[in-house]
């Protein structure tokens, strides 16, 4: 028996308020006066009614605020790197439009510096405040950023999801799928509010099922994660060396099971890299330090901010049951959960623009036939991403500018495909600046056979036949299409000669083809005079037979013509 393991990790923001009053301007830069884009707009109310608007500006430096109602307000700019500009407050009238053109100062790598008074942040050293305070000035900046870049669907992508079972010791993946989207970007993932965790907790189970929740984007902003966590300033080491970070971790006051980790950021420029996290109070088993995750951050040439890549791992229980004592009064039975493996789930996204705050990597591969030949002209991609290429004649093909990452290569061919599978896949782990090289041999007849016919190999010397049937008038393949396949007689001559039949044994299968038109008979004698026809409504076989034979241990495709039986 397994425990099950649910997982809810999302980014969301709601609607921006719309109303008649608005504020509008241009951010320009002191230095040159060049517009800048994707600065953080913010209108906050300057009395004690709670309202805050945001927005992005655009590529010409421009942004636009409608507030919902008439009153006193101030605005807010805020540029990754570059001191907080806050304006005096202003008055807005029903109706009214106000100008406030903002200028910023250029980006001159160094920490600004905030107002410590502005931030009620529980620190663990009295020391760091003002470091930790003007950190999570440019972390919040992002997050906000990232927050509207989905609600105002500022950007189109690529989007891959992946679930894969781990070695809990190892991380060797064990296996894995994925599946993509194309389109404008929505939330990545799904969560609770930061309200429900701070009630619930991070992890908990009921029943037989045990829920797991990451901090997104909003759940990091909330009043109730900054509330129950204590803050400390981070310097980066090793292979995080050139960042800069804030830890967190819960309030000792803290009893339900929370999160710990750190938001790095750039050591130089302070933009948002990725967030990592780890669970509190879990049991004692195997791959428990590797139960988390990460959510990286990437930025669009737009201004937009973007969750560029995510995974989170958490446990998968067996529950092994042990005989029963049949020396008891009563027989019991007593059960004790294993670690079974890690899985993980993940994504990334793949947009044009989107800036790689890493060394990219690349991969270099080559394809060979079954027989160890190079293999040209084959297709070559990485799963659920645009990415895709070609073999050249010497089989050879090469994948560059690529983030950190583990992908699977897939590699396919017009004469694979028709006899049902790929010609090879593999999943291939790339690092940061470095070049993965692989090699894909192409799968054997067997390997073809064992896929098209649900993992049976056919008896020694038999065959197997696809059939691609396709409409007559309209070339299109006929799917859904009841087909019959007749055999009597064995080859003795050709297949033009029916009078060289040699009468040996009889046999007929009766199908239906697949979704593609493609019909798949198994296990069937070689040489044998097959006759294959589509079945009318009454059950009899159409009148526009085809003849196929296949050969010993051969899997043959073949094309037939023909019409849907009226």
């Known amino acids: 028996m397994l425990r099950r393991t649910l997982v809810f990790l999302a980014i969301a923001i709601g609607p921006a308020s719309v109303g008649a009053q608005v504020v509008r301007g241009t951010i320009t830069e002191r230095a040159s006066s060049a517009p800048i884009v994707g600065a953080l707009v913010t209108l906050e109310s300057a009395t004690s009614t709670p309202v805050s608007l945001s927005v992005l500006s655009n ?10 109602a008439t009153g006193r307000y101030r605005v807010t700019a805020k540029r990754i790197g570059v001191q907080r500009f806050v304006s005096e407050p202003f008055d807005l009238d029903a109706g009214e439009t106000h100008r406030l053109d903002i200028v910023l100062e250029a980006v001159v790598h160094r920490l600004p510096e905030v107002r410590v008074m502005d931030t009620d942040l529980c620190v663990l050293n009295e020391a760091d405040r003002g470091r930790i305070a003007s950190l999570w000035d440019e972390a919040r900046t992002v997050l906000t950023a990232a927050q509207i870049s989905l609600r105002d669907r500022l950007f189109e992508g690529h989007l891959t999801r992946y679930s894969r079972g781990l070695h809990p010791r190892t991380l060797r993946v064990l296996e894995e799928s994925w599946a993509e989207k194309k389109g404008v970007m929505e939330k990545p993932f799904v969560s609770l509010s930061g309200d429900s965790l701070a009630l619930l907790g991070y992890r908990r189970t009921i029943g037989e099922f045990e829920y797991y929740y990451a901090p997104d984007a909003e759940v990091l902003l909330s009043k109730p994660f900054q509330r129950d966590h204590c803050y400390s300033a981070v310097e980066g080491s090793r292979d995080r060396r050139a960042l800069v970070g804030i830890g967190f971790e819960p309030r000792s006051t803290r009893k339900l ?3 710990r980790g750190t938001i790095w950021m750039d050591g130089q420029t302070f933009e948002l890299r990725f967030v990592e996290f780890r669970y509190t109070l879990l049991s004692a088993f195997e791959g428990a330090d590797r139960v988390g995750g990460e959510v ?3 930025k669009l040439t737009n201004g937009a901010w973007v969750v560029s890549r995510w995974f989170m791992r ?8 042990s005989p029963v004592d049949a020396y008891s009064v009563t027989p019991t039975v007593i059960i004790r959960p294993t670690m079974h493996r890690l899985v993980e789930e993940g994504g990334m996204v793949f947009t044009s623009g989107l800036k790689l705050y890493v060394r990219p990597a690349s991969i270099a591969g080559v394809v060979q036939d079954s027989a160890g030949r190079p293999f040209s002209g084959t297709s070559i991609r990485l799963g659920g991403t645009p990415y895709v290429t070609q073999s050249g004649t010497d089989g050879a093909f090469r994948f560059d500018s690529l983030p950190a990452g583990r992908f699977t290569v897939i590699v396919e ?7 049902g599978g790929l010609v090879a896949t593999e999943a291939v782990d790339v690092t940061e600046g470095a070049t993965s090289s692989i090699t894909l041999k192409a799968a054997k007849t067997d390997d073809l056979v064992e896929r098209v016919c649900d993992g049976k190999l056919p008896k020694k010397d038999n065959g197997t036949l696809r059939v691609i049937v396709v409409d007559s008038v309209t070339s299109r393949p006929l799917p859904s299409l009841r087909v019959w396949l007749r055999w009597a007689g064995r080859f003795v001559g050709t297949m033009q000669r029916p009078s060289s039949l040699m009468a040996s044994e009889k046999g007929g299968l009766e199908t239906l083809t697949d979704a593609g038109g493609v019909a798949t008979f198994c296990d069937l004698p070689a040489d044998m005079h097959l006759v294959f026809s589509a079945v009318k409504p009454d059950g009899k076989p159409a009148p526009d037979s085809s003849f196929l034979r296949v050969a010993k241990n051969e899997l043959r495709v073949s094309t037939v013509i023909t019409r849907r039986p009226q």
């Open 314 to 321: 958490f446990p998968q229980f067996a529950r092994p049951v």
């Open 296 to 298: 990286h951050f990437g």
């Open 257 to 259: 099971p929370d999160v």
């Open 59 to 68: 590529a010409q430096g421009e942004y636009a605020l409608r507030a919902p």
């Open 413 to 419: 061919h017009p004469g694979y495909t028709q006899a």
